[in-house]
C-alpha cells in the first residue's frame, strides 16, 4: 500500500511526536542487503535529491533550503530521530537538474542528536543557492542509488526523497529508473511542488502529484506530500522527514489510496513530449 497526503489534511508533525499509532511500512521486495537490526547501524539511509532547474524560482528555492534545514532541527525531527531502534540516521543531500548535472551538497553525515543534527543544517544553509536547467528525475535516481553504496553506515531502510515542480524531460524514461531502484529495495518518496499555475515557459504540468504518485514513488510504504502555496513548504518538508525518520505509514486518519493503477492518470513522458513539441527535438 502506498499513501497519499495533503499537507493540509492533518498536523503529522504533531501527531507523529505524540505517538500516535501508526502501520510500519517495508519494502515491496526484501532487498539482498537487508539486515537485522543487530546488523543495523541506522534506522534509515536517506538521500535527500532537490531540484533546482530554471523553473524553480530564487524563492522557492530558499524556502526549500530553510525548510530543509529547519525540519532536520525541529523538536518533532529529534523526538522521531531519538524513538528509533537505534537513534540515529545517515543522510545525504544533493541538487539536481539534467540528466548529468548532480550536486552533493552534503555527502553522508550521520544524525544522531541536536549536535549534528545542527550541523548539517547549518551547511545547508550556507551553501550557495544555484539554478540548472532541465528536469530530469530519473538522472537523480540513477545517480542516487549508487551512493548507497558509498555509505560507511548501514541501514534498516533506504529511502530516496525526490522534491521538484515539473516532470521528467530529459534522461532515461522516469518509469525505468523507478522500477530499477524498488527492485533494489529502495522506496522513493516524492515532494511535488505546485505552488504556482501550470506555465508553458516553465514547462509545468497540472496534477504533478498524481503524477509522482503514479510514475515517480515506488515501494511499499512510499508516499507524496504535495506543496501547493508557498506557506506549506517548511510544514511539508517537516512531515516527510518524520515519516521517512520514524519509518511509518501515515495516522489512520490520513485516508490510503490503491496503488497506482496499471495505466498512469497522467503520462509517464508527458516531460518528453512537451519538450519536444516545444522543441522540436
Given at each position: 500500500?502506498?499513501?497519499?497526503?495533503?499537507?493540509?489534511?492533518?498536523?503529522?508533525?504533531?501527531?507523529?511526536?505524540g505517538?500516535?499509532?501508526?502501520v510500519?511500512?517495508?519494502?515491496?521486495?526484501?532487498?539482498?542487503?537487508?539486515?537485522?537490526?543487530?546488523e543495523?547501524?541506522?534506522?534509515?539511509e536517506?538521500?535527500?535529491?532537490?531540484?533546482?532547474?530554471?523553473?524553480?524560482?530564487?524563492?522557492?528555492?530558499?524556502?526549500?533550503?530553510?525548510?530543509?534545514?529547519?525540519?532536520?532541527?525541529?523538536?518533532?525531527?529529534?523526538?522521531?530521530?531519538?524513538?528509533?531502534?537505534?537513534?540515529?540516521?545517515?543522510?545525504?543531500?544533493?541538487?539536481w537538474?539534467?540528466?548529468?548535472?548532480?550536486?552533493?551538497?552534503?555527502?553522508?553525515?550521520?544524525?544522531?542528536?541536536?549536535?549534528?543534527?545542527?550541523?548539517?543544517?547549518?551547511?545547508?544553509?550556507?551553501?550557495?543557492?544555484?539554478r540548472?536547467?532541465?528536469?530530469?528525475?530519473?538522472?537523480?535516481?540513477?545517480?542516487?542509488?549508487?551512493?548507497?553504496d558509498?555509505?560507511?553506515?548501514?541501514?534498516?531502510?533506504?529511502?530516496?526523497?525526490?522534491?521538484?515542480?515539473?516532470?521528467?524531460?530529459?534522461?532515461?524514461?522516469?518509469?525505468?529508473?523507478?522500477?530499477?531502484?524498488?527492485s533494489?529495495?529502495?522506496?522513493?518518496?516524492?515532494l511535488?511542488?505546485?505552488?504556482?499555475?501550470p506555465?508553458?515557459?516553465?514547462?509545468?504540468i497540472e496534477?504533478?502529484?498524481?503524477?509522482?504518485?503514479?510514475?515517480?514513488?515506488?515501494?511499499?510504504?512510499?508516499?507524496?506530500?504535495?506543496?501547493?502555496?508557498?506557506?506549506?513548504?517548511?510544514?511539508?518538508?517537516?512531515?516527510?522527514?518524520?515519516?521517512?525518520?520514524?519509518?511509518?505509514?501515515?495516522?489512520?486518519?490520513?485516508?490510503?489510496?490503491?496503488?497506482?493503477?496499471k495505466?498512469?492518470?497522467?503520462?509517464?513522458?508527458?516531460?518528453?513530449?512537451?519538450?519536444?513539441?516545444?522543441?522540436?527535438?
Amino acid at each position: 500500500m502506498r499513501w497519499w497526503i495533503s499537507v493540509g489534511v492533518a498536523c503529522l508533525a504533531g501527531a507523529l511526536a505524540g505517538g500516535v499509532a501508526v502501520v510500519s511500512a517495508a519494502p515491496r521486495t526484501p532487498p539482498a542487503q537487508q539486515l537485522s537490526e543487530k546488523e543495523a547501524s541506522v534506522d534509515v539511509e536517506l538521500i535527500l535529491a532537490v531540484d533546482v532547474s530554471y523553473s524553480m524560482d530564487l524563492d522557492e528555492l530558499a524556502i526549500q533550503r530553510e525548510g530543509y534545514a529547519q525540519a532536520l532541527s525541529s523538536r518533532e525531527f529529534l523526538q522521531a530521530l531519538k524513538n528509533g531502534v537505534h537513534g540515529r540516521i545517515a543522510v545525504t543531500y544533493f541538487e539536481w537538474a539534467a540528466s548529468s548535472d548532480q550536486k552533493i551538497i552534503i555527502p553522508w553525515r550521520l544524525i544522531d542528536g541536536p549536535e549534528s543534527a545542527d550541523a548539517v543544517a547549518a551547511e545547508i544553509m550556507k551553501t550557495p543557492i544555484r539554478r540548472a536547467s532541465r528536469t530530469s528525475i530519473s538522472g537523480a535516481i540513477y545517480f542516487a542509488m549508487p551512493l548507497f553504496d558509498e555509505d560507511p553506515y548501514r541501514g534498516l531502510r533506504r529511502v530516496i526523497d525526490i522534491s521538484g515542480d515539473g516532470p521528467n524531460n530529459n534522461g532515461s524514461p522516469v518509469t525505468i529508473a523507478r522500477d530499477e531502484a524498488v527492485s533494489k529495495g529502495i522506496v522513493i518518496n516524492g515532494l511535488p511542488i505546485m505552488v504556482k499555475e501550470p506555465s508553458y515557459s516553465t514547462m509545468d504540468i497540472e496534477n504533478l502529484d498524481l503524477y509522482y504518485k503514479d510514475c515517480v514513488t515506488g515501494g511499499t510504504g512510499s508516499f507524496v506530500v504535495t506543496i501547493k502555496s508557498r506557506d506549506e513548504f517548511k510544514e511539508a518538508i517537516r512531515t516527510k522527514l518524520l515519516m521517512e525518520v520514524a519509518g511509518r505509514a501515515p495516522p489512520p486518519r490520513i485516508v490510503p489510496v490503491a496503488d497506482s493503477p496499471k495505466d498512469p492518470r497522467v503520462s509517464c513522458l508527458i516531460g518528453e513530449k512537451i519538450w519536444q513539441d516545444r522543441w522540436g527535438r
